[in-house]
């Protein structure tokens, strides 16, 4: 069975602070997506990653394909980033099912 | 265009009543998704679609029934409601790539609360 695990489960951090999101997946997922959900809104893939690194304005995604480890980092971060940031294992199968994580709470303040 | 939809945002039912749950999309892909959201718990998975008039079954699919008529919509039904089916029922879409990972786009969400 596919499993996924993020952490940590809650972040608070003040503007401007780095942050880093991780995600752990288990043997069988060949890539990692990260989604953002904002509080009563709906879910936004961010990026798609099998191996290396993404970036996207402040946000970059890794991912280690040995250790199974995958990172959501965000620079010089700003209280619209607070949200719900979920990874799924993707184990591109022919039905495309993803194995999601519990999702990290992070708030930012000002 | 609109992406993926869900009708509607938010339904309060009482235990044994039925409903059903519209997603469209209109980018014209193959596959669809039901998930279900609930406190503490990663997105869960109860139907799926790979294509017009094609269901299975996710990972929870007990109380739920599902159609595909429309390559367009996937419905999500519930014939008798239960407390437990408190929720929110997110639907998503993906064109299928052979080889490759693709991006799942998600609707708004609907809140469904059984009293």
């Known amino acids: 069975k596919n499993e996924v695990e993020q952490s940590p489960q809650n972040l608070t951090a003040q503007e401007g602070e780095f942050i880093t999101i991780n995600c752990s997946y288990s043997?069988?997922?060949?890539?990692l997506h990260w989604l953002q959900q904002h509080p009563g809104g709906g879910i936004v893939s961010l990026f798609m990653?099998?191996?290396g690194k993404k970036k996207h304005g402040r946000l970059i995604a890794t991912i280690n394909i040995q250790e199974k480890h995958s990172s959501l980092h965000i620079t010089a971060s700003h209280p619209r980033d607070s949200a719900v940031y979920i990874c799924a294992g993707d184990s591109g199968g022919s039905n495309y099912k993803l194995t999601f994580g519990k999702g990290t709470l992070l708030t930012v303040n000002p | 265009n609109a992406g993926v939809t869900q009708t509607p945002k938010f339904r309060v039912l009482k235990t044994g009543q039925s409903m059903t749950l519209l997603c469209a999309q209109d980018m014209n892909h193959e596959y669809m998704y039901w998930y279900r959201q609930d406190p503490g718990m990663g997105l869960r998975l109860i139907h799926y679609?790979?294509?017009?008039?094609?269901?299975a079954k996710g990972e929870v699919p007990d109380g739920y029934n599902v159609s595909r008529l429309k390559k367009q919509n996937f419905l999500l039904g519930l014939e008798s409601a239960a407390p437990s089916q408190t929720s929110v029922y997110f639907c998503?879409?993906?064109?299928?790539?052979?080889?490759?990972?693709?991006?799942?786009?998600f609707g708004p969400g609907t809140r469904l609360l059984v009293l």
């Open positions: 998503a879409s993906s064109y299928p790539l052979t080889g490759e990972w693709v991006t799942q786009y």
């Open positions: 043997v069988g997922i060949s890539a």
């Open positions: 679609s790979v294509g017009e008039g094609t269901t």
């Open positions: 990653l099998s191996s």
